[in-house]
Nanobody, 114 residues
């Protein structure tokens, strides 16, 4: 059973930064396109950013220019650097494959508030 563990969330003021990490338990991580997703209270889970196994990236319009996704296949880890955070970025952040094939982790809470 594949497991993912997200970390790095917290409380930050508007305009601040956080770096999220997601570690996978499987070596096939390196062959998977991965995504960071988020779910705010009362809203559906949405894709924030994605990265192919080769490192090509794509972002949702609402985070373009502020967030950066990256990966380290040797560490089976995908990162999300979040800058210029806004209150509307408040959500639980998750990682998964682009097909959402793996069990969801517990996520990491990001709260942007003054």
């Amino acid at each position: 059973q594949v497991q993912v563990v997200e970390s790095g969330g917290g409380l930050v003021q508007p305009g601040g930064s956080l770096r999220l990490s997601c570690v996978a338990s499987t070596s096939i991580f390196s062959m998977k396109a991965m995504g960071w997703y988020r779910q705010a209270p009362g809203k559906q889970r949405e894709l924030v950013a994605r990265i192919t196994y080769g490192g090509s990236v794509n972002y949702a319009d609402f985070v373009k220019g502020r967030f950066t996704i990256s990966r380290d296949n040797a560490k089976k880890t995908v990162y999300l650097q979040m800058n210029s955070l806004k209150p509307e970025d408040t959500a639980v952040y998750y990682c998964n494959t682009l097909s959402m094939a793996w069990p969801w982790g517990q996520g990491t809470q990001v709260t942007v508030s003054s």
